[in-house]
């Protein structure tokens, strides 16, 4: 049976990638910050382990419960959209420092942690991360922190690739999905998202490391 690791799994896209992979057959291992969100967990059938990415103490007892678990895939989903904001005022310090911990700094902290146990399966790194990173694509200054956040994740995913050969790192574009970040007018059900995660998830190769995908598969302009 595969294993699975979903870092940030309590709601939305990390649940529903736990319950999919649950209902294929995999062992998930899945992480929440609260008692309520490890209790979701467990009803959907993991294994559930209390993370804060933005704590490093957190991270560190990950680590020591995960022991030498091989993982075939482990998808870093945490991340928060902040307030908003664009170029004509600053961010606080509080918010931009909330952003970048979250969707940056735990990342890069859980890596060295988490990409060994992934080679040592010549498993997947997923990282979750948004078309509003791509600086090809950018049009507008609207959530700007964020924008920042994710282009710097980018970079996170491309560079670590070079570094732990036998695992495939992906950078991962759900698009915009109706949760609770994306709001109730997104267009994508959050089933369908995960599902197109799940199959871009398959058929990549370890020559496609350190590559940016949509859940459609498409190779996105960094």
């Excluded at 902290?109 to 791509?134: D, H, W, Y």
């Amino acid at each position: 049976m595969p294993t699975a690791l979903i870092l940030g799994a309590s709601r939305g896209i990390g649940r529903e990638f736990v319950r999919q992979l649950r209902a294929a057959g995999w062992n998930v291992i899945a992480t929440a910050r609260n008692d309520a969100g490890l209790d979701t967990l467990r009803s959907e059938g993991a294994q559930a382990l209390k993370l804060d990415v933005t704590k490093p103490e957190s991270l560190a007892g990950l680590g020591a419960q995960l022991d030498d678990e091989k993982l075939d895939l482990a998808i870093y989903v945490a991340g928060v959209y902040g307030n908003g904001g664009q170029a004509t005022s600053p961010p606080t310090a509080e918010d931009f420092d909330a952003v970048m911990h979250t969707n940056v700094l735990g990342a890069m902290r859980a890596i060295p942690l988490i990409a060994p146990l992934v080679e040592a399966a010549q498993g997947k790194f997923a990282f979750i991360t948004s078309m509003m990173s791509s600086i090809g694509d950018t049009d507008a200054s609207y959530g700007w922190v964020y924008r920042a956040s994710k282009a710097a994740l980018n970079m996170t995913v491309k560079s670590a690739a070079f570094d732990y050969p036998k695992a495939t790192f992906v950078a991962l574009c759900p698009g915009w999905v109706r949760t609770d970040m994306g709001g109730p007018d997104a267009p994508i059900a959050v089933e369908e998202s995960v599902s197109g995660l799940l199959q871009v998830i398959a058929t990549l190769e370890l020559k496609d490391t350190g590559s940016f995908r949509n859940y459609a598969g498409e190779r996105l302009s960094w």
